[in-house]
Protein backbone atom coordinates (compact mmCIF):
# COMPACT_ATOMS: atom_id res chain seq x y z
CA UNK A 1 0.00 0.00 0.00
CA UNK A 2 2.71 2.30 0.97
CA UNK A 3 4.55 1.57 -2.35
CA UNK A 4 1.41 2.52 -3.90
CA UNK A 5 1.32 6.37 -2.39
CA UNK A 6 5.19 6.92 -3.05
CA UNK A 7 4.26 6.07 -6.73
CA UNK A 8 1.78 8.18 -6.83
CA UNK A 9 4.01 10.83 -5.16
CA UNK A 10 6.47 10.26 -7.77
CA UNK A 11 4.28 10.50 -10.93
CA UNK A 12 3.29 13.69 -9.86
CA UNK A 13 6.52 15.05 -9.36
CA UNK A 14 7.42 13.48 -13.12
CA UNK A 15 4.41 15.01 -14.67
CA UNK A 16 4.97 18.78 -12.93
CA UNK A 17 8.77 18.10 -14.27
CA UNK A 18 7.42 17.24 -18.03
CA UNK A 19 4.79 20.27 -18.18
CA UNK A 20 7.75 22.90 -17.28
CA UNK A 21 10.42 21.25 -19.88
CA UNK A 22 7.64 21.52 -22.09
CA UNK A 23 6.73 25.14 -21.21
CA UNK A 24 9.50 26.94 -20.21
CA UNK A 25 11.62 29.17 -22.34
CA UNK A 26 14.91 28.91 -21.65
CA UNK A 27 16.60 25.51 -23.54
CA UNK A 28 18.99 24.96 -20.63
CA UNK A 29 16.19 24.84 -17.82
CA UNK A 30 14.06 21.98 -20.42
CA UNK A 31 17.01 20.07 -19.80
CA UNK A 32 17.74 19.82 -16.43
CA UNK A 33 14.07 19.30 -16.00
CA UNK A 34 14.03 16.60 -18.21
CA UNK A 35 16.99 14.84 -16.26
CA UNK A 36 14.66 15.59 -13.12
CA UNK A 37 11.75 13.79 -14.65
CA UNK A 38 14.33 10.64 -15.57
CA UNK A 39 15.77 10.22 -12.05
CA UNK A 40 12.14 10.38 -10.66
CA UNK A 41 11.64 7.64 -13.34
CA UNK A 42 14.25 5.71 -11.67
CA UNK A 43 13.06 6.45 -8.17
CA UNK A 44 10.07 4.73 -8.98
CA UNK A 45 11.90 1.56 -10.87
CA UNK A 46 13.75 1.23 -7.05
CA UNK A 47 9.97 1.13 -5.40
CA UNK A 48 8.91 -1.46 -7.97
CA UNK A 49 12.06 -3.91 -7.02
CA UNK A 50 13.51 -3.46 -10.34
CA UNK A 51 17.51 -2.64 -9.56
CA UNK A 52 18.54 -3.20 -12.80
CA UNK A 53 16.37 -1.03 -14.95
CA UNK A 54 17.05 1.03 -12.25
CA UNK A 55 20.80 1.35 -12.73
CA UNK A 56 20.66 1.18 -16.22
CA UNK A 57 18.04 4.45 -16.37
CA UNK A 58 20.40 6.15 -13.61
CA UNK A 59 23.69 5.71 -15.94
CA UNK A 60 21.92 6.29 -19.36
CA UNK A 61 20.18 9.81 -17.89
CA UNK A 62 23.44 10.85 -16.86
CA UNK A 63 24.66 9.81 -20.67
CA UNK A 64 22.05 11.85 -22.04
CA UNK A 65 22.33 14.48 -19.78
CA UNK A 66 25.46 15.56 -20.48
CA UNK A 67 25.43 15.02 -24.37
CA UNK A 68 21.80 17.77 -24.30
CA UNK A 69 23.59 20.09 -21.77
CA UNK A 70 26.95 20.10 -23.98
CA UNK A 71 24.81 20.72 -27.11
CA UNK A 72 22.97 23.04 -25.32
CA UNK A 73 25.19 25.19 -23.17
CA UNK A 74 26.17 27.55 -25.73
CA UNK A 75 23.51 27.77 -28.42
CA UNK A 76 20.61 29.84 -27.43
CA UNK A 77 17.58 28.92 -28.94
CA UNK A 78 14.53 31.81 -28.85
CA UNK A 79 11.65 29.66 -28.10
CA UNK A 80 8.64 30.27 -31.12
CA UNK A 81 6.08 32.71 -29.37
CA UNK A 82 3.63 32.93 -32.26
CA UNK A 83 1.11 30.17 -32.88
CA UNK A 84 -0.59 31.09 -35.67
CA UNK A 85 -2.19 27.42 -36.43
CA UNK A 86 -5.38 26.91 -34.55
CA UNK A 87 -5.80 24.06 -36.58
CA UNK A 88 -2.92 22.14 -35.60
CA UNK A 89 -4.30 22.51 -31.50
CA UNK A 90 -7.90 21.34 -32.58
CA UNK A 91 -6.19 18.12 -34.45
CA UNK A 92 -3.68 17.53 -31.37
CA UNK A 93 -7.28 17.63 -29.12
CA UNK A 94 -9.01 14.90 -31.21
CA UNK A 95 -6.13 12.74 -31.85
CA UNK A 96 -5.24 12.73 -27.83
CA UNK A 97 -8.98 12.56 -27.31
CA UNK A 98 -9.42 9.55 -29.33
CA UNK A 99 -6.16 7.88 -27.57
CA UNK A 100 -7.50 8.19 -24.27
CA UNK A 101 -10.52 6.87 -25.46
CA UNK A 102 -9.14 3.85 -26.75
CA UNK A 103 -6.59 3.81 -23.48
CA UNK A 104 -9.80 3.83 -21.61
CA UNK A 105 -10.64 0.49 -23.50
CA UNK A 106 -7.22 -1.43 -23.51
CA UNK A 107 -6.23 -0.55 -19.84
CA UNK A 108 -9.82 -2.24 -18.86
CA UNK A 109 -8.47 -5.48 -19.75
CA UNK A 110 -5.03 -5.02 -18.04
CA UNK A 111 -4.50 -7.20 -14.83
CA UNK A 112 -4.43 -5.37 -11.36
CA UNK A 113 -1.21 -3.98 -9.98
CA UNK A 114 1.16 -6.33 -8.83
CA UNK A 115 -0.64 -9.46 -10.53
CA UNK A 116 1.85 -11.22 -12.90
CA UNK A 117 -0.12 -11.17 -16.06
CA UNK A 118 2.33 -13.96 -18.25
CA UNK A 119 2.66 -17.09 -16.74
CA UNK A 120 6.43 -17.81 -18.57
CA UNK A 121 7.89 -15.38 -16.18
CA UNK A 122 7.05 -17.77 -13.51
CA UNK A 123 8.75 -20.86 -15.17
CA UNK A 124 12.29 -18.41 -15.35
CA UNK A 125 11.41 -18.12 -11.56
CA UNK A 126 11.35 -21.83 -10.96
CA UNK A 127 13.73 -22.87 -13.12
CA UNK A 128 16.35 -20.32 -13.89
CA UNK A 129 18.72 -20.98 -11.18
CA UNK A 130 18.73 -25.03 -11.92
CA UNK A 131 18.76 -24.50 -15.79
CA UNK A 132 21.18 -21.58 -15.70
CA UNK A 133 23.11 -20.97 -12.72
CA UNK A 134 22.88 -17.41 -12.48
CA UNK A 135 21.53 -15.94 -9.51
CA UNK A 136 20.38 -12.73 -10.94
CA UNK A 137 17.53 -13.61 -13.31
CA UNK A 138 16.89 -10.57 -15.33
CA UNK A 139 20.69 -11.31 -16.61
CA UNK A 140 20.01 -15.06 -17.11
CA UNK A 141 17.17 -14.11 -19.02
CA UNK A 142 18.33 -11.74 -21.08
CA UNK A 143 21.49 -13.38 -22.23
CA UNK A 144 20.58 -17.64 -21.90
CA UNK A 145 16.51 -17.50 -22.58
CA UNK A 146 15.97 -14.42 -24.88
CA UNK A 147 19.66 -14.13 -25.94
CA UNK A 148 18.94 -13.79 -29.53
CA UNK A 149 17.00 -10.51 -28.95
CA UNK A 150 20.26 -9.19 -26.62
CA UNK A 151 22.34 -9.95 -30.25
CA UNK A 152 19.41 -7.75 -32.12
CA UNK A 153 19.87 -5.10 -29.43
CA UNK A 154 23.50 -4.98 -30.30
CA UNK A 155 22.93 -4.94 -33.80
CA UNK A 156 21.12 -1.86 -33.27
CA UNK A 157 23.61 0.36 -32.06
CA UNK A 158 26.04 -1.56 -34.27
CA UNK A 159 23.86 0.32 -36.92
CA UNK A 160 23.37 3.53 -34.99
CA UNK A 161 27.51 3.98 -34.78
CA UNK A 162 27.64 3.39 -38.05
CA UNK A 163 25.72 5.76 -39.36
CA UNK A 164 26.28 8.60 -36.75
CA UNK A 165 29.72 8.10 -38.00
CA UNK A 166 29.02 8.47 -42.05
CA UNK A 167 26.84 10.86 -41.74
CA UNK A 168 28.97 13.16 -39.30
CA UNK A 169 32.32 12.05 -41.91
CA UNK A 170 31.17 13.17 -44.75
CA UNK A 171 29.48 15.91 -42.99
CA UNK A 172 32.88 17.68 -41.75
CA UNK A 173 35.06 17.14 -45.06
CA UNK A 174 33.11 19.32 -46.76
CA UNK A 175 33.87 21.75 -44.03
CA UNK A 176 37.35 20.53 -43.20
CA UNK A 177 39.47 23.81 -44.49
CA UNK A 178 37.22 26.09 -42.48
CA UNK A 179 37.61 23.87 -39.60
CA UNK A 180 41.20 23.85 -39.72
CA UNK A 181 41.20 27.63 -40.16
CA UNK A 182 38.72 28.36 -37.53
CA UNK A 183 41.29 25.99 -35.13
CA UNK A 184 44.44 28.42 -36.07
CA UNK A 185 42.65 31.49 -35.54
CA UNK A 186 41.89 30.55 -31.82
CA UNK B 1 47.95 24.43 -25.67
CA UNK B 2 47.56 21.78 -23.43
CA UNK B 3 47.14 23.98 -20.69
CA UNK B 4 44.43 25.75 -21.96
CA UNK B 5 41.89 22.93 -23.05
CA UNK B 6 39.37 21.74 -20.79
CA UNK B 7 37.68 23.23 -17.80
CA UNK B 8 39.20 24.66 -14.45
CA UNK B 9 42.22 22.75 -12.31
CA UNK B 10 39.72 21.97 -10.19
CA UNK B 11 37.70 19.32 -12.24
CA UNK B 12 40.54 17.87 -13.79
CA UNK B 13 41.88 17.93 -10.09
CA UNK B 14 38.42 15.61 -9.19
CA UNK B 15 38.43 13.73 -12.79
CA UNK B 16 42.04 12.34 -11.65
CA UNK B 17 40.49 11.38 -8.85
CA UNK B 18 37.25 10.01 -10.01
CA UNK B 19 38.32 8.34 -13.14
CA UNK B 20 39.73 5.47 -11.74
CA UNK B 21 36.97 4.42 -9.26
CA UNK B 22 34.72 4.68 -12.01
CA UNK B 23 36.45 2.45 -14.23
CA UNK B 24 36.56 -0.26 -10.79
CA UNK B 25 33.25 0.24 -10.45
CA UNK B 26 31.89 -0.42 -14.13
CA UNK B 27 34.30 -3.23 -14.15
CA UNK B 28 32.35 -4.46 -11.03
CA UNK B 29 29.01 -4.36 -12.16
CA UNK B 30 29.89 -5.81 -15.54
CA UNK B 31 31.75 -8.87 -13.64
CA UNK B 32 29.18 -9.40 -10.67
CA UNK B 33 26.46 -8.99 -13.74
CA UNK B 34 25.12 -13.23 -13.28
CA UNK B 35 25.25 -12.41 -9.33
CA UNK B 36 23.64 -9.26 -8.83
CA UNK B 37 21.41 -6.62 -10.08
CA UNK B 38 24.11 -5.09 -13.04
CA UNK B 39 25.19 -6.56 -16.40
CA UNK B 40 26.81 -5.45 -19.47
CA UNK B 41 25.21 -2.54 -20.61
CA UNK B 42 25.06 -0.42 -17.13
CA UNK B 43 28.79 -1.31 -17.08
CA UNK B 44 29.46 -0.57 -20.43
CA UNK B 45 27.19 3.05 -20.10
CA UNK B 46 29.98 3.42 -17.05
CA UNK B 47 32.95 2.91 -18.61
CA UNK B 48 31.84 5.42 -21.63
CA UNK B 49 30.99 7.97 -18.97
CA UNK B 50 34.93 7.68 -17.72
CA UNK B 51 36.10 8.36 -21.39
CA UNK B 52 33.41 11.28 -21.72
CA UNK B 53 34.28 12.68 -18.08
CA UNK B 54 37.70 12.68 -19.73
CA UNK B 55 36.54 14.63 -22.76
CA UNK B 56 35.10 17.43 -20.74
CA UNK B 57 37.87 18.13 -18.64
CA UNK B 58 40.89 17.71 -20.53
CA UNK B 59 39.47 18.22 -24.22
CA UNK B 60 39.58 16.50 -27.15
CA UNK B 61 42.80 16.15 -28.48
CA UNK B 62 43.93 14.31 -24.66
CA UNK B 63 41.50 11.60 -24.79
CA UNK B 64 42.02 11.07 -28.32
CA UNK B 65 45.85 10.12 -27.53
CA UNK B 66 44.36 7.67 -25.17
CA UNK B 67 41.83 5.98 -27.13
CA UNK B 68 41.00 7.64 -30.98
CA UNK B 69 37.51 7.01 -32.55
CA UNK B 70 39.07 4.37 -34.84
CA UNK B 71 40.22 2.52 -31.83
CA UNK B 72 36.95 2.65 -30.41
CA UNK B 73 35.11 1.21 -33.28
CA UNK B 74 37.80 -1.50 -33.58
CA UNK B 75 36.93 -2.88 -29.82
CA UNK B 76 33.15 -2.18 -30.82
CA UNK B 77 33.53 -4.63 -33.68
CA UNK B 78 35.63 -7.00 -31.25
CA UNK B 79 32.98 -7.25 -28.65
CA UNK B 80 30.21 -7.80 -31.93
CA UNK B 81 32.55 -10.03 -32.93
CA UNK B 82 32.56 -11.94 -29.41
CA UNK B 83 29.09 -12.08 -29.15
CA UNK B 84 28.27 -13.83 -32.28
CA UNK B 85 31.28 -16.22 -32.12
CA UNK B 86 30.04 -17.08 -28.58
CA UNK B 87 26.73 -17.84 -30.85
CA UNK B 88 28.30 -19.76 -33.29
CA UNK B 89 30.18 -21.79 -31.15
CA UNK B 90 26.98 -22.96 -28.99
CA UNK B 91 25.54 -23.86 -32.54
CA UNK B 92 27.99 -26.01 -33.03
CA UNK B 93 28.31 -27.71 -29.72
CA UNK B 94 24.98 -27.57 -28.83
CA UNK B 95 22.54 -27.73 -31.97
CA UNK B 96 21.50 -24.17 -31.07
CA UNK B 97 22.54 -20.61 -31.85
CA UNK B 98 23.69 -19.07 -28.11
CA UNK B 99 23.40 -22.16 -26.52
CA UNK B 100 25.41 -22.46 -23.18
CA UNK B 101 27.77 -24.73 -23.57
CA UNK B 102 30.08 -23.79 -20.42
CA UNK B 103 29.14 -25.53 -17.20
CA UNK B 104 26.49 -23.70 -14.62
CA UNK B 105 29.44 -23.79 -12.03
CA UNK B 106 28.15 -23.13 -8.32
CA UNK B 107 25.50 -20.01 -7.97
CA UNK B 108 27.14 -17.24 -6.48
CA UNK B 109 30.26 -17.71 -7.51
CA UNK B 110 32.24 -15.44 -10.33
CA UNK B 111 32.76 -18.42 -12.72
CA UNK B 112 28.92 -19.69 -12.72
CA UNK B 113 26.04 -19.64 -15.30
CA UNK B 114 28.75 -20.73 -18.23
CA UNK B 115 28.71 -18.10 -21.38
CA UNK B 116 26.70 -15.39 -19.49
CA UNK B 117 29.91 -13.11 -18.57
CA UNK B 118 31.66 -13.99 -21.74
CA UNK B 119 28.91 -12.10 -22.96
CA UNK B 120 28.42 -9.58 -20.13
CA UNK B 121 32.05 -8.72 -21.20
CA UNK B 122 31.47 -8.46 -25.07
CA UNK B 123 28.01 -6.25 -24.69
CA UNK B 124 30.41 -3.76 -22.26
CA UNK B 125 33.27 -3.85 -25.36
CA UNK B 126 30.43 -3.23 -27.56
CA UNK B 127 28.12 -0.62 -25.75
CA UNK B 128 30.76 1.49 -24.00
CA UNK B 129 32.95 1.86 -27.37
CA UNK B 130 30.42 2.50 -29.15
CA UNK B 131 28.42 5.60 -26.74
CA UNK B 132 31.90 6.78 -26.77
CA UNK B 133 32.88 6.70 -30.39
CA UNK B 134 29.21 8.71 -30.79
CA UNK B 135 30.38 11.17 -28.46
CA UNK B 136 33.45 12.05 -29.94
CA UNK B 137 31.76 11.98 -33.05
CA UNK B 138 29.33 14.63 -31.46
CA UNK B 139 31.94 16.30 -29.90
CA UNK B 140 33.41 17.20 -33.73
CA UNK B 141 29.87 18.60 -35.05
CA UNK B 142 29.20 20.52 -32.26
CA UNK B 143 32.58 22.22 -32.39
CA UNK B 144 31.27 23.38 -36.39
CA UNK B 145 27.88 24.28 -35.41
CA UNK B 146 29.20 26.63 -32.62
CA UNK B 147 32.35 28.19 -34.27
CA UNK B 148 30.19 28.57 -37.81
CA UNK B 149 28.47 32.04 -36.26
CA UNK B 150 31.07 33.61 -35.54
CA UNK B 151 32.99 33.58 -38.89
CA UNK B 152 30.08 35.31 -39.91
CA UNK B 153 29.81 38.17 -37.25
CA UNK B 154 33.72 38.76 -37.52
Partial sequence: METIIILHIILVFMIIGSL?????????????????????????????????????QVIVEILSLVILIRATIKVDNVAIEKREHILSDRTALIFV????????????????????????????LMNGLREVGATNFVTSVILDYRAYDTLGEAMVLFTSISGAFVILRRWKKEQDKDFLRIDREH | MDKHTGMTPIVKMITKVLCGLMLVFGAFIVAYGHITPGGGFPGGVMIALVYILIT???????VERKVSGITASVVDDIGALIFWSVGMIGLFV????????????????????GTIIIN???????????????????????????????EGEE
Fill in chain 1, 97 to 124: GMILVFAWFAFQSLPTFGEPSMRVSEYY
Fill in chain 1, 20 to 56: ITVEIRNMLSAVISVGAVGFALSLAFLFLDAPDIAIT
Fill in chain 2, 56 to 62: LAYGRVI
Fill in chain 2, 94 to 113: GGSYLFNFLGKGNPFHILSA
Fill in chain 2, 120 to 150: NIAITLKVGMCLYAIFLALSILQRVVIDEPK
